[in-house]
């Protein structure tokens, strides 16, 4: 610690100048997404979306890789859910992917994010029967997010 200081007051008192440091404030803002997921016909199989838009701006970002892990953070290494690729659709920054869970409850799905920008993202879904059941030719609904949140680095 009192070697980083150094430098700073070596800087700021001998020559004047101030160390440059870029405020918070200043550094890209990252990425942020949002997962939807509909429950298909098949119990605990859904069909899902995520959104993936610049944080600060809201736009979509498209062009990148997306792999999807689903956990459930009340049980930590409980379920073994593979990770699935999630494809770009013709939706810019819209992302779909399908996935197998083993049971209804809260899931966190990582997101992590490759090519022209790197992130690993984090949304929790509460998923319950029926969430979306497109078997009887319903439209389907979202289920409810519990938190979104963007892990620091």
Request: hydrophobic share 45%.
């Amino acid at each position: 610690m009192i070697m980083m200081l150094r430098p700073i007051f070596f800087s700021t008192v001998l020559l004047g100048v101030p160390l440059a440091v870029p405020p918070a404030a200043a550094q890209a803002a990252g990425l942020a997404g949002r997962v939807n997921c509909v429950e298909t016909n098949q119990k605990l199989d859904y069909a899902c979306t995520v959104r993936i838009a610049d944080a600060a701006s809201n736009e979509v970002v498209g062009g990148l890789a997306v792999q999807v892990k689903a956990g459930m953070p009340s049980m930590p290494m409980a379920h073994n859910i593979a990770p699935v690729a999630a494809r770009e659709t013709q939706a810019p920054g819209v992302y779909a992917f399908s996935i197998k869970l083993d049971m209804y409850g809260k899931w966190a799905f990582s997101m992590h994010i490759s090519g022209p920008r790197q992130e690993l993202l984090v949304d929790m879904l509460d998923l319950s029967p029926g969430d979306g059941d497109l078997g009887a030719g319903g439209h389907g609904h979202h289920p409810a997010h519990s938190s979104s949140t963007r892990p620091s680095e």
